[in-house]
């Protein structure tokens, strides 16, 4: 919500247990609602079944761009390697000190960093097309003792899941390398470098607005510069309220609001939102997906629009717990749009396989060495160029293009 001079005015939220309709009114907010992990649909096709938190539906990046703040990079996707069939990652570098990797269907590596990048993702889909896929994890050339550390760590500390997903498929690492998989698109700063742009400050572009954590603009930030820029942002937040006056807001836009809002819940028939998000979701998958295809993307555009007057005009919501989900859709929606929107922008590949378009292959530095900020301007997607930064410590040309280089040539 913002007031008539464009500062922030608060929130507008809906209790998920009773349906009703909230005007929070401040002085400063701070967006913290990680990465937009319902975006893409995973191999399972299960909804929620997704390598990022799947209550994340990227709500924090639509609320940024509805209040009229830039979003970085959003072209430049995050994808994550996995084990086929779990939505939890694979973990190889964290096997990896232990002697374990990534490996083709031969047992090789083929690539020389098991972290995962863009590049790397390129490298992993590349091997999955090639008659050397698909990937598998490798530890069954490992001590026993040394996979049980592994697991000490893969099945406990990281998730239980996983080890009861292996005892129910039958699998174990001692005795065979375990399938992996490429996960489903999102945007995530936190893992990529797609996020509502933030300055030192943690500041959006909108006064008062802030954002913090996966869905800002601080590349690989994880969970370390999720608490930093948290605390940053929060610490700026309040002396800034301590300053200011609480603005006013616009009550048109509230009633307005109310009413789109609630549409959902006024119809007695319709489309629940779970398969309006799965047609979103399956449609992202067919037309944004990489390798990026202009007409492809272009197509997506089209049938997104259909999608958002379904959204508008035909979405039901049953009871509180459905709005909410029909809510969620409205965002998945929202972010499907800045993704297309921000992939046809940038005419260049970058970034390995997460802006890998097919027509434009090559990275043009001439021209495409910026960042670049989406934002609504009357309403439209507008997206512009932002230069890059002078480096604070200098950097060699051979580490600018170590991230290129990362097949192992001499083996795979
Ligand atoms: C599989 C996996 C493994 C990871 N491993 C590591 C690791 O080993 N080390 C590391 O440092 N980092 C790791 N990370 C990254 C780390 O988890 C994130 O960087 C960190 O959690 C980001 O914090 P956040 O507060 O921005 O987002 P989150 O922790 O995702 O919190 C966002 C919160 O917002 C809530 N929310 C979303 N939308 C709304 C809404 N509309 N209304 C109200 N609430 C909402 C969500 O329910 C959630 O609780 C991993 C992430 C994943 C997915």
């Known amino acids: 919500m913002t007031a008539s001079d464009g500062r922030i005015a608060g929130a507008i939220a809906v209790n998920t247990r009773t349906a009703e309709f909230l005007v929070l009114r401040a002085k400063t907010v701070i967006l913290c609602m990680g990465a937009a992990g319902r975006l893409g649909l995973p191999h399972s096709g299960y ?232 047609k979103t979701r399956r449609l992202v998958n067919d037309y944004l997906q990489p390798p990026k295809v202009t007409a492809r993307m272009q197509i997506g555009q089209a049938r997104l629009a259909e999608i958002r007057d379904d959204l508008e005009t035909a979405l039901v919501a049953r009871d509180a717990h459905e709005l909410m989900r029909s809510l969620e859709a409205s965002s998945i929606l929202d972010c499907a749009d800045m993704a297309a929107h921000a992939s046809l922008f940038r005419t260049e590949s970058r970034w390995g396989l997460y802006h890998n378009r097919v027509d434009y292959p090559k990275k043009d530095d001439d021209n495409w060495f910026c960042h670049t900020l989406l934002r609504k301007v009357d309403g439209r997607l507008v997206s512009e160029k932002r230069p890059i930064q002078p480096y604070i410590v200098p950097i060699e040309n051979e580490e600018r293009t170590a991230y290129d280089r990362l097949r192992v040539s001499n083996q795979a």
């Open 47 to 278: 909804l929620f079944g997704t390598y990022e938190n799947p209550t994340n539906s990227g709500d924090g990046y639509a609320m940024a761009y509805h209040a009229g703040a830039a979003l970085a990079n959003l072209e430049c996707y995050q994808i994550n390697p996995l084990i086929k069939d779990y939505n939890g990652p694979a973990c190889a570098y964290v096997a990896g000190p232990f002697g374990a990797y990534t490996a083709n269907s031969e047992g090789n590596r083929f690539i020389e960093s098991d972290y995962w990048s863009g590049q790397m993702m390129q490298e992993f889909y590349n091997e999955l097309q090639s008659g050397k896929g698909p990937v598998f994890l490798k530890l069954n050339h490992l001590h026993a003792d040394t996979v049980g550390e592994i697991e000490e760590i893969l099945h406990k500390v990281e998730r239980p899941s996983r080890g009861r997903f292996h005892q129910a498929r039958g699998t174990d690492y001692r005795e065979k390398m375990i399938e992996m998989h490429i996960s489903e698109i999102g945007f995530c700063s936190g893992h990529s470098a797609s996020g509502v742009f933030v300055d030192e400050f943690a500041r959006t572009t909108v006064p008062g607005l802030y954002a913090a954590g996966d869905m800002a603009s601080v590349p690989h930030n994880y969970m370390l510069g999720a608490f930093t820029n948290g605390a940053v942002a929060g610490e700026h937040a309040a002396e800034v309220a301590l300053e200011t006056s609480l603005p006013d807001f616009n009550g048109e836009f509230v009633k307005a609001e109310r009413k789109r809002v609630l549409a959902p819940t006024r119809r007695e028939d319709g489309i629940p939102p779970n398969q309006l998000e799965y």
